[in-house]
């Protein structure tokens, strides 16, 4: 009876184990043509009047596997962010930095990862936000967080706003 059960708790427990030291973080592709996928978010962002939000970090980011849980954990961020904006992940690894991109975005890793860019709908960039601004403890502020989103969000930035 006793070898029985092992033999069934083990059949249960190793996929289940097994799935767990394998799944691994694949927000960020390394292969992508960031500049690219950066381009098609702007054209869509522009038909759509919304800006891009670039989150430029890696699988190997502690940060960017924090803020991926808590926006899809958070209604408030993840409607602001989904209601706003293009959202585009880009990668900076050892594999592929996309080097030329961060260049044409005057060096957002300064700041540290995850790091987030605004872009225009016409794909200029209007604001680089250090993510630790957003940051409370070991996780991010929900009303941090949804504040930079209304900040930078299209209708934003329109002087009939300010009237």
Known sequence: ??????????FVLFP??????????????????AKAEVNA???????????VLLMIGGNWCKWCRIFDKFQHSNYA??????????????NYSKENKNSELLTELEFPQRFGFPVF???NEKGQRIHTQNS????????????????????WRYGALKAENYK
């Open 1 to 10: 009876m006793k070898s029985t059960l092992k033999k069934i708790i083990l």
């Open 16 to 33: 289940i184990l097994s799935f767990a030291q394998t799944e691994t973080f694949n927000l960020y592709h390394p292969e992508a043509d």
């Open 41 to 51: 978010a702007v054209k869509k962002a522009a038909a759509e009047h919304k800006h």
């Open 77 to 90: 961020v993840d409607s602001a962010l989904n209601n706003n904006f293009v959202f585009q992940h880009v």
């Open 117 to 119: 860019v605004v872009l």
């Open 132 to 151: 630790a601004y957003l940051e409370k403890g070991e996780g991010y502020e929900v009303e941090k967080v949804v504040e930079f989103l209304d900040q």
